[in-house]
Every structure is written in C-alpha cells, then in structure tokens.
C-alpha cells in the first residue's frame, strides 16, 4: 500500500459530494501536513536530535496531524543530515517520541474520566512501538516533567497538539518558557484550524459556517498513512509502564466517580463506534438523526461518539470524511450531523480560543448581564443547594432523570443538556452560583466533561452565548427559557424517563456487584485464586451490557428496573422503537 491514502472525498461544504480524487498531500510543497496547521510557539532553529510530541488532547495514533508533523520535521532533519554525510545524530535515522504527561488530578475528573483515558493510552503504546516511535508517560507536573525529557534526549524539536482551554494554554506557555528547543503547535483536532477559521470571537453559527465552508475543499482531506520509522535506538529509553498498578490507583482515588461500560476506550473501539457493526454510520441509526437527535427517547438516533472525540481516540475530520461518503443515501442526516461535528463543535472552540474567561458571566454580552442583573432578585419558587441538584432530588422527574442518566451513565441526551442547565438557572440563587454548579457537575460526571463544547453549551444555556435576546421574564430574563411542557408537546417524557429508571438500575446493580466482589476478594483471597464464583467476564454478560441492552430492552417493551420503568416500560418501548414499520426508524 501507497504511504499516502488517496483522498475519498474533498467536499466543498461538510455535505457536499466527492470530487476529483488527489493525494492527501497539502497543496504546500506535497509536504504530509498543510503548513497552516502548524504555528510556532517558540522560534528557533530545529537541532538534529530526537522530535518529541507532547500529546495531550488528541490520543490517538492515526488521523493525528500532530504526529504526522513531528514525523515529518524528524525525516526532514535526517535527510538533510544524510546531505552532510551523517543519517542523523546518533546514525540511526530519524527519531520520534510521544511524551503523555498526567497529573494526578485535572478539573474534576474521576475514575471514570482517567480510567477511560489510561486504557485508551495502553492500547495506543504498541501501536506506536510498532512504527518506531517511542511512548513515554510522564507524571507530575508538564511544566518540569517535559522539560526534563527534552533536555535528557537532547532533542531537536518539540511538538505540541492544541487545546483552546486556560490550564492547557498555561502549561504551554511555561514549558516554551522552560526548554531550549523550538516548539511547534499543531491543531490536529478541529477540520480547519481555529487559527485559521477566523481571527476573532465569532458571534455564532451563522458567522463561523461560511468562514468554515471556505476552508473546507484545502482542509477537509484524507490523511496521510503513519510511515514507518526505524526502532528507537536512544541511549534514554522508556521507562515500563505498570499499566494495572497505574490504573488501580486512579481508579481507587477518583472511585467516587466509577467507570462505565457502555463505550470501549481507545482508537479501534472509536472506529468501530463510527462505522463498525451496531456503529452510527450503519443505517438504522443514521437514518435516524435528522429527525431525532433531539428527541431523548430515541437515544439511538444520537452518534454517542462524543467520548471518542474528547479525549482525542477519534479524529473528529476521520468521522466528517466517513459520513460524507453516505450523503447521497442519507443527505439531511448527513448535513445536520455536519453541521453539529464540524461547524458547532468547532465554534466552541472559537469560543474559548477567543475569550479566557469562557466559564465565567464575565463573558457574557451585556444585553444578557444586564437583563440576568435586573432579575438577579426576582422570588425563585424552588431553591436547591449543590448537594440537592447533584442527588437528583428536585420536584421535577424529568430533571432528575437526566441528571443520574449523567452521574451513573456517564452521557445526557444533548437536548436535556439544554434544560438541565436552564433549570439550575432558574433554580438557584444567581447565575454565578447558577454556572459553577453546572460546570462542576458536567465536569465531575460526564465523559466528555471537561471541554469547550461543555463550557459553551452551559454559557449558551444561562448566559445567552451564540444565542440573542428573547422575551423578558422573571430569573431568566432575556435568555432562552424552555420549560418541562414544552419537552412534554416535544417528546414522551415517561419513556425517557424509563428509559433511565433502566440504566440507573442496571449501574447500581453492577457498582453492588464490584463492591461485593472486592470485599470478597480481600477477605478470601484463597477462594477467589481458587476461581470461586463467576468470572468478571461472565458477571458483566449476566449483569447486561449497558446502554445498548437499556435500548434494546426499551425497544421491546421492557419493564425496567424501577416502579417508574415498570409502569412506563411499555410507553418506552413504543417511543424507542419509533413506529417500527417506517423505514427510518428500522433500529
């Protein structure tokens, strides 16, 4: 096989056809990675020894401009040592490593958040390994560990990939500061770089989508194959990594927050989440999303690959290109899922590219402080403390069912992301206290917490980020208000609400299990080497398999695990199912 893929498609918009196919080559020079990609955070002349990449948002080994950047300096480094009549500063050709620094705590994140992320990590070291390029996982603080490590390799270059988020920015900026070698930043996340798109804060999507549609037809490309490297042959090698010892102790210290099932780390199992069997991209579930993305009680008609895309597994420009090649079957659920993966996806970065203080009311414009000002005092009829809202514990069923779906499950269905931020507006004491409460939760329990479409979906919520003035009315003001009847006219609420009741009870059952489990094993360690009771392979089948047994069940009727699934599982059943003898709900 070539080491360049041609290009599938080179689509003019996120819905447009294929084209004529050319190799995935920048139009720069036929250079591996478009040059505009790239920007320099610290200038200077690139040495001939090792090319480290600092990977950090985007884990993942192919579909990574990053990489591929970093593979692309190293090679061009040796070749212009070979001229000089050396193959590079130690003769072995040219070197790259990957340098994955954690810390032991990062804005809330739990067992569930690091778990999934150090899994995905171990599957992502062979694959590396496999093409010659060293994996080093650094631990402590960025801003001494990856320092050290340039210094002790004596390396050339230093690579970075990009995060428009204040914590990632400051390391960053402390690391330039601290290493004696260049560094390059390198946007392998966003189809067309923020830098690029626009050079401003961008009102909305309607501003940002023509600035987008531009830059498609050079951006929007296949990538390149990983070529393969020749093996790290350094004198500093990496040190093993005890991937049990590691994983137990994160998960013990975030234990408060435990893993979920439903979705598998790493790049493979986001792949096959895309377009595997069962994946988004299959028929039955793509046919669904233009007309029911937003309903919460067909969660099948939701990509669900959001866990994927936050921690960098799958390249958001690898879902774009697969989609696309299905527009002509499928072309309104293809443009909407564009439209939401490529334009939305990337105006929140624009966001808080363009704007530090993107998680405060700072931010806001001042027709929407101004309004939530005037109505800072208005009487709430229900005032819930931090604890209250966390627990689920309100008057409303519907809040509550969204908020355990994220404490237990990990997701919430994006159309009760909106409510359930709006409802903490109207629910507690101001919207400073209205904002930290909603960051704190959708950091400490979601997935996919802990990223700029989370800030800028809870500012858009109670701050009117994106989004314009509305009627005035009390607490609100003039932002958006939506209101439980209005879910209710919109979508079945008791089948949603079922729907969870089935989750919820089958994650508590599971965390019982665990719990039991590891009681059992500390106090008959004999009896468990002895193979006393199930396998954990065999109590994870007998228990269910998460999300999808909930949607199948829910599909067929099924009665739930709770006296509100009970007395709903029916209504669930038919509103999951979405009048199965139409074609576009054939799950």
Not at 107 to 128: C, D, I, S, T, V
Not at 132 to 150: E, H, K, M, R, S
Not at 224 to 242: A, D, F, G, R, T
Request: proline share 6%.
């Amino acid at each position: 096989m070539s080491s360049k893929r041609k290009a599938e498609s080179e689509p003019s918009s996120p819905g447009a056809g294929p084209s004529t196919k050319k190799p995935a080559t920048s139009p720069a020079g036929g250079t591996l990675v478009n040059p505009k990609r790239v920007r320099v955070l610290k200038a200077g002349t690139v040495g001939s020894g090792p090319v480290v990449l600092w990977m950090s948002r985007d884990q993942r080994m192919n579909d990574n401009w990053a990489l591929l950047h970093a593979i692309e300096v190293a090679q061009q480094q040796q070749q212009q040592s070979a001229a000089g009549g050396s193959s590079g500063s130690d003769g072995s050709g040219p070197q790259v490593a990957v340098a994955f620094n954690l810390v032991p705590a990062f804005l809330g994140a739990g067992a569930r958040q690091f778990g999934f992320m150090l899994r995905g990590l171990r599957q992502l070291q062979p694959k590396l390994e496999a093409k010659g390029i060293a994996f080093f996982l650094l631990q402590g603080d960025p801003v001494q560990t990856l320092p050290d490590l340039v210094s002790r390799l004596g390396a050339g270059l230093l690579v970075t990939d990009y995060s428009p988020l204040r914590l990632g920015r400051q390391w960053r900026e402390q690391v330039c500061a601290a290493v004696s070698v260049p560094v390059h930043e390198v946007d392998s996340h966003n189809v067309v770089p923020v830098w690029v798109a626009s050079d401003k804060r961008e009102v909305g999507a309607r501003t940002l989508r023509p600035k987008i549609h531009k830059h498609l037809p050079e951006f929007l490309r296949d990538f390149p194959e990983v070529p393969q490297l020749p093996p790290w042959s350094h004198e500093v090698k990496p040190e093993p990594v005890e991937w049990e010892a590691l994983l137990e102790e994160v998960l013990t210290r975030g234990s408060a927050v435990p893993e979920v099932d439903w979705c598998q780390p790493g790049e493979d199992a986001g792949l096959q989440a895309l377009q595997g069997p069962g994946g988004f991209l299959t028929a039955s579930r793509l046919s669904l999303y233009d007309t029911k993305r937003n309903d919460p009680a067909t969660p099948r008609a939701l990509s669900n690959l959001s866990p994927w895309l936050h921690f960098g597994q799958l390249a958001p420009q690898r879902a774009a290109l697969e989609a696309a090649k299905h527009r002509a079957k499928y072309k309104a659920a293809v443009e909407s899922f564009l439209e939401e993966l490529v334009v939305r996806r990337e105006l929140s970065d624009n966001f808080c590219h363009y704007t530090p203080n993107y998680d405060s009311l700072s931010c806001a414009a001042e027709w929407a402080k101004e309004s939530l000002e005037k109505h800072r005092t208005d009487k709430r009829e229900h005032l819930y403390s931090r604890e209250q809202l966390e627990a689920g514990r309100t008057h409303d069923e519907l809040w509550n069912a969204c908020q355990l779906e994220m404490v237990h499950v990990g997701k919430m269905h994006g159309y009760m992301r909106m409510y359930w931020a709006k409802k903490i507006l109207e629910w507690t004491r101001g919207p400073e206290e209205a904002i930290e409460i909603a960051i704190y939760l959708n950091d400490h329990y979601e997935l996919d917490g802990r990223d700029p479409s989370g800030y800028v979906g809870v500012m858009w919520s109670m701050a009117g980020i994106h989004d314009m003035g509305w009627t005035e009315r009390p607490i609100f003001g003039k932002i958006r208000y939506m209101n439980y009847n209005g879910c209710k006219r919109k979508f079945d609420i008791k089948a949603y609400c079922a729907y969870v009741d089935r989750l919820v009870g089958e994650a508590k059952a599971k965390q019982r299990t665990a719990k039991a489990k590891a009681a059992a094993a500390a106090t008959a360690p004999a009896a468990a080497a002895a193979g006393a009771g199930p396998s954990s392979a065999a109590a994870a089948a007998a228990e269910g398999t998460g999300l999808a047994a909930a949607e199948a069940e829910a599909e067929a009727g099924g009665s739930g695990l709770s006296p509100t699934g009970k007395a709903a599982g029916k209504a669930a059943g038919k509103a999951l199912t979405s009048g199965g003898k139409r074609k576009a709900a054939a799950l």
